[in-house]
């Protein structure tokens, strides 16, 4: 077994090297080689993980709200693995133990901490046993994929059945995630977000289910975020958003970054998050939840996550001369209408950059882009941005559903061309750059990016800051 | 003024099928012909007979549960309305809702509403990916592209398929049909969605709603650039004449 298992975690290491040199980024690839190899790979290294297994799952927020969690792990000085690239497929996470694994094969981490895709989900858990399993939210994303959204919750609902000895960390203002506290028996804590005051946001609709989990009744909203994530109770039934363990409460928002005290055991504490985007709010919220399950003291745990710098295209900085460029990754249409709200929450004009691929990795149904609130756009004035670029295999269409949302047709240019459609945007006239881009288009994206323009660490005094 | 109606907006509204109501509501508005949208939830009345065009979408199994009592209240209406020539957009599952029955995997027979003779049987492949097909309208002969995603296999009794099936898989794969079509009701599988970037069929819809209040169905001929270049991308995709 031994020998196996070091023979596969070289083969894996060598792969991965191999990959690098031939410029792959080799994320998956050490994790399919060496499980070639040998198939119990992942379940002997995974064993050896000296304290903790936390997975995240999740529709958004899984890479996010992962790194966070290691920060946190990190400033607290424990030795952590994480996939922190988002390579989250079976082969995804054996690869990142891999990786953290000596050339004989031996795990020296006290924590693991795994994103996990929802399809996965029920494999990985055959090989490797969490002790804590957090879920963010579920959104439709890449259905041609998954089929529908019910049936990958019930499959995360069967797979936790399975589990013995866990605690789950969940996102109560999610109905489709709280039910699973109640249907599963594991131990929960529970996180969510209090009403915002004052407030401002545009109206966006699309909500994936006003219906109760339980008796098909419909779901009475106290306040909504965002989707149908907010406060609620079934008029039928007993189902109502379970009772807090962490609350972020006096959420106020600069140029689209939140502040916010959040409250645990009758102690708040104040967070400036050094992330654009409410939804990062809630990725927080469940790093936190996992610092204080840790016992860690409130000043490691902000430590941890002012550490956070975002992964690839998770609202990634850059500069161009004196431009702000910001690149956001969209996978479904709850990601790209909390982008929206994030860009219209930007101050100055903008020109904006949509590239849409629809390879495998992004699903090559692109129908939910018609799910997108594009028609926000069009009631900004005329100045607010400046020119749409849109861009990628299926450009045609994105400056089609602009079109449709009311978006003149003299500000929109199409590009399919990645290498040239960047550079084109960021020569705009407005102030800042705004690229959204899907899975694929993301790592061409980055690249030419990172050839133009300056990749952007946050520095403290940079930041807005509310006291 | 036409009026056009989004049924169960909230619960059939899979894979941005609403993007249909979009087109057709603005390709009304792009030529100043009136129209305004009538967005019909459970337990909402509707009258059909003030309804210009009607779209039923898709929606998972779940949410189809919970409108099967509601619409089939609805159901002697809609047969009416269907005889007096109401033109219907209907895709995926709203598609095998009109017909006669769904049977599941386990051999379950859900009824349908029963007002168009087809019927659709579960299957454990699913239909999925680009779809080109070929229509006929008022002999005018008309390539229609799209995506589809089902696990139902339809069976087309005594009534018309939509189109010829150019590539993909169509109703079950075996016939070469695809959707189906009675009088002025419209069904496919193909989202997309649909009607954005197949304007020439949009138009048509637009065109048969305005001759039915006996407006003038005269259209002024719009700047149709990136429908043109979408639905050409994925003709030339799929390896089709029509594209580049």
């Known amino acids: 077994m031994y020998f196996f298992r070091s023979i596969a975690v070289l083969s894996g290491k060598l792969a991965a090297k191999l990959s690098r040199l031939t ?29 903790e297994i936390i997975m995240v799952i999740g529709t958004n927020g899984k890479t996010t709200t992962n790194n966070m969690i290691a920060k946190i792990m990190q400033a607290g000085g424990h030795k952590v693995v994480f996939n922190e690239e988002g390579a989250n497929l079976i082969t995804g996470v054996t690869a990142c133990l891999v990786r953290s694994a000596s050339y004989t094969g031996v795990v020296e981490s006290d924590y693991a901490l795994l994103e996990v895709d929802e399809a996965s989900f029920p494999k990985v ?31 995360i609902k069967n797979a936790l059945h399975k589990l013995n000895d866990i605690t789950l960390v969940l996102n109560a203002d999610d109905p489709l995630v709280a039910q699973l506290g109640q249907s599963t028996k594991h131990k929960v804590i529970y996180y969510g977000v209090a009403r915002q005051q004052n407030w401002e946001r545009p109206a966006i609709q699309t909500r994936e289910s006003r219906f109760c989990p339980f008796c098909g009744g419909e779901l009475h909203y106290h306040y909504y975020h965002y989707s149908q994530l907010g406060d609620y109770n079934c008029l039928q039934c007993a189902f109502t958003r379970p009772e807090l ?60 996550l002012d550490r956070y710098t975002p992964a690839i295209g998770r609202m990634e900085h850059f500069r161009y001369q004196d431009k702000l460029v910001l690149l956001n990754l969209v996978k479904n249409p709850t990601g790209y209408n909390e982008g929206l709200v994030t860009l219209l929450a930007m101050p100055g004009t903008k020109d904006v950059f949509m590239a849409v691929n629809d390879n495998d990795a992004d699903g090559q149904d692109i129908s939910w882009l018609w799910d997108v609130e594009f028609e926000i756009l069009a009631s900004l004035p005329e100045e607010a941005i400046k020119s749409f670029t849109c861009s990628g295999t299926r450009a045609a269409e994105i400056a089609l559903r602009l079109k449709y949302a009311g978006i003149p047709i003299n500000k929109i240019t199409v590009i399919p061309d990645l290498e040239q459609a960047v550079p084109a945007v960021l020569h705009g006239k407005a102030k800042m750059t705004y690229l959204f881009t899907t899975y694929t288009a993301l790592w061409s994206a980055q690249r030419i990016l990172c050839e133009l323009a300056k990749k952007e660490q946050f520095d403290a005094d940079s930041m807005p800051s509310v006291s | 003024m036409l009026t056009v109606c989004h049924l169960y907006p909230d619960l059939l509204n899979l894979y941005g099928d609403r993007g249909n109501v979009i087109a057709f509501l603005q390709r009304c508005r792009w030529r100043n012909i009136p129209v305004q949208l009538l967005e019909v939830n459970l337990g909402e009345t509707v009258d059909f007979n003030q309804v210009d065009f009607l779209f039923l979408g898709g929606g998972s199994d779940r949410e189809q549960n919970l409108i099967s009592d509601d619409l089939g209240q609805r159901k002697v209406f809609l047969h009416q ?30 009824p349908g509403l029963g007002l168009l003779d087809y019927y659709t049987v579960a299957s454990t492949k699913r239909f999925i990916g680009n779809v080109a097909i070929e229509l006929n309208l008022d002999n005018q002969i ?6 589809e995603n089902h696990a139902g296999k339809t069976h087309l009794g005594n009534i018309e398929p939509l189109g010829n099936l150019l590539s993909g898989y169509g109703n079950n794969g075996k016939d070469g049909t695809e959707g189906a079509r009675y009088k002025n009701v419209f069904c496919s599988y193909l989202h997309g969605p649909l009607l954005p970037k197949n304007s020439v069929f949009t138009d048509h819809l637009i065109k048969l709603a305005l001759c039915r209040r ?20 994925m003709l030339s995709r799929l390896k089709l004449s029509g594209g580049d």
């Open chain 2, 142 to 147: 008309l390539k229609v592209t799209g995506f």
């Open chain 1, 23 to 51: 410029g792959g980024r080799g994320s998956s690839l050490p994790g399919v080689v060496a499980r070639r190899i040998y198939s119990r790979v992942l379940q002997e290294l995974a064993c050896q993980i000296k304290k």
């Open chain 2, 81 to 110: 309305a269907i005889e007096d020539g109401l033109i219907i957009l209907a895709i995926c599952g709203g598609y095998q809702l009109l017909g006669q029955y769904y049977r599941t995997l386990e051999n379950e027979v859900i």
């Open chain 1, 245 to 304: 363990n962490l609350e972020a409460i006096n959420i106020k928002t600069v140029n689209g970054y939140i502040n916010a005290d959040i409250c645990y055991q009758e102690n708040c504490y104040h967070l400036s998050l050094r992330a654009a985007g409410f939804y990062n709010l809630y990725n927080a919220l469940a790093a936190f939840t996992i610092g204080c399950l840790m016992e860690m003291n409130d000043a490691i745990i902000k430590k941890g």
């Open chain 1, 125 to 155: 858990i055959q090989e490797v046993q969490p002790q804590i399993v957090v879920i963010t939210n579920f959104f439709r994303d890449q259905l041609d994929r998954y089929g529908e959204l019910d049936k990958t919750v019930a499959l």
């Open chain 2, 214 to 233: 006996n407006m003038n169905k005269e259209l002024i001929s719009l700047n149709d650039e990136f429908e043109k270049d979408a639905h050409k991308l």
